[in-house]
């Protein structure tokens, strides 16, 4: 017997639409490896009907008030709150993420940080009005940018794309959104219930796969493109977005150093660590997978690290034991296994190091040991459920090892040292620092990298002005 797929469409001017040339892709769910829906697989056609419609929606949408946006924004929170379990159980499909983890640590977040960003909208703030040159008054108007073409990932797609259209949307942009093809069950259903709310245009969701991601941030009308994704998905953008000079806002790769000194609680630290290195899968630019102990607690850290691995559970959603689900597609399980199968003969498998179960695609908590700060997997994102562990021998070679990737999201310090902690946050080369905790993140604090990490920010203020442009405005006091 086949089971008929589920259909999902874009969302276009305020309609649901399939793609022009009739193309859909398979939605599989990663729990099971089996397609439960298909979805658009947008071409240019699609993608000119969203930035049409999302230009004509603009002019009003800018020119409402903060407090119109505002309430627009309060409204779609308490509608997300509202339909928490439809949400969650798409969230959960898409994913394969465990139900019960997905409705307490990643919706609650989500709503709050729509109400955040429904408050900015009336806080703008800039230099006041003054005569800074006799005779003239000069002020500061802070805007919307225009259209903004966004590209969320597959590793939070709910979150990601409020991360995305939640600060777009509270500044006056207009909004064309693309999920990743392999997760756009949930950002669908996002549309249907903003569809209630938001004016027609100002919000549209395009379905697809690279080539449709391409062809939004190549389009002539976007004044922005956003991306949470690969470093090699965000050189891209940035590449094509220069050809008309768009502004341009990467959150991409991390490798998030955790540095436990001698002087650490050791059981939190573990316990916390385990938590964050595989909560998700691992599956998430700030996750805790490159730990740096020092010398004198390696092998009990270690130890109590693979106890801690071997007591953590992977497994299907709706079991209220597992700590996480699988990775998102073959793909990515291919490239986890890939950097355990090519470990150099220095490096011990402590826990873990193979895939589990012979349906969907999870992989066991893995924790890796004795290996050098050139080695591939020291060096590169492995977006999965493994941790690594270096030795080092002082302060200073911690912040070299720390400090000796590409990239530049998180890290974290653990230590009872204040003066210590205060040095490593400082010298850390990274967005962000965590002392004695990991992962983490409120809405009023910014987020986003340096170096391959990127740049722009995610949340706070600060990540609110990235959708605005300054305009100065002078005018002369003799009439």
């Known amino acids: 017997m086949t089971t008929e797929l589920r259909r999902l469409r874009n969302y276009i001017g305020g309609e649901f639409k399939d793609a022009a040339d009739g193309r859909t892709t398979e939605v599989v769910n990663p729990a099971t490896g089996e397609a439960y829906a298909t979805a658009p697989l947008s071409g240019q056609a699609d993608v000119d009907a969203a930035m049409a419609a999302a230009a004509a929606a603009f002019p009003g949408w800018r020119d409402t008030t903060p407090a119109e946006r505002q309430k ?6 308490d509608a997300f709150e509202a339909r ?27 709503v709050d940080q ?34 903004c073409a966004q590209v969320a990932p597959w590793n939070y797609p709910m979150m990601m794309a409020v991360w995305k259209f939640a600060p777009a949307i509270a500044a006056g942009n207009t909004v064309v959104l693309k999920p990743s093809d392999t997760t756009p069950a949930s950002t669908v259903l996002m549309a249907e219930i903003i569809d209630s709310v938001l004016p027609k245009g100002v ?27 690969s470093v090699r998905a965000g050189m891209q953008v940035a590449e094509s977005a220069s050809k008309d000079v768009k502004r341009v806002h990467l959150e991409l790769g991390g490798k998030a150093p955790v540095v436990v000194f001698e002087d650490a609680d050791l059981a939190k630290a573990v316990e916390d660590i385990a938590v964050a290195g595989y909560f998700n899968a691992g599956q ?33 959603p709706d079991d209220e034991d597992v700590l996480y689900g699988p990775l998102n597609n073959p793909n990515q399980l291919k490239q986890v296994a890939g950097f355990i199968e090519r470990l150099p003969a220095h490096a011990k498998v402590e826990a873990g190091g193979h895939q589990v179960g012979e349906k969907g695609y999870f992989y066991a908590p893995t924790v890796v ?52 902690a205060m040095r490593m946050s400082k010298n850390l080369d990274f967005g962000c620092v965590w002392i004695n905790t990991h992962i983490p993140l409120v809405a009023e604090m910014p987020h986003g990298g340096f170096k391959k990490s990127g740049y722009g920010k995610d949340l706070s203020a600060y990540g609110f002005e990235d959708y605005t442009r300054i305009k100065h405005v002078m005018t002369s006091l003799d009439g």
């Open 72 to 77: 627009a924004l309060l409204k779609i929170a």
């Open 114 to 147: 729509i109400r955040f960003f429904a408050g900015a909208a009336r806080l703008l703030e800039g230099r006041s009005a003054g005569e800074y040159m006799e005779g003239l008054t000069s002020i500061v108007r802070r805007e919307p940018v225009g259209v």
């Open 203 to 229: 919000f549209n969701v395009v379905c697809g796969d690279r080539e449709t991601g391409k062809a939004m941030v190549e389009h002539s009308t976007p004044a922005m493109a956003s991306i949470t994704g």
């Open 284 to 316: 998430d630019c700030t996750a805790a997978t490159r730990v740096l102990v020092h010398e004198s607690i390696h092998d009990e850290f270690v130890a109590a690290l693979a106890k801690a691995a071997s007591d953590t559970k992977t497994g299907q």
């Open 369 to 420: 040991s004795g290996l050098k700060q050139d080695d591939e997997i020291i060096q590169n994102e492995v977006f999965g459920p493994v941790i690594t562990v270096q030795s080092f021998t002082d302060e200073s070679q911690a912040l070299e090892y720390a400090n000796g990737v590409e990239f530049a999201l998180a890290s974290s310090v653990w230590t009872k040292n204040h003066g210590r």
């Open 84 to 110: 928490a379990d439809e949400l969650v159980a798409a969230e959960s499909e898409n994913t394969g993420k465990p139900l019960g983890l997905t409705a307490s640590e990643e919706l609650p977040p989500m």
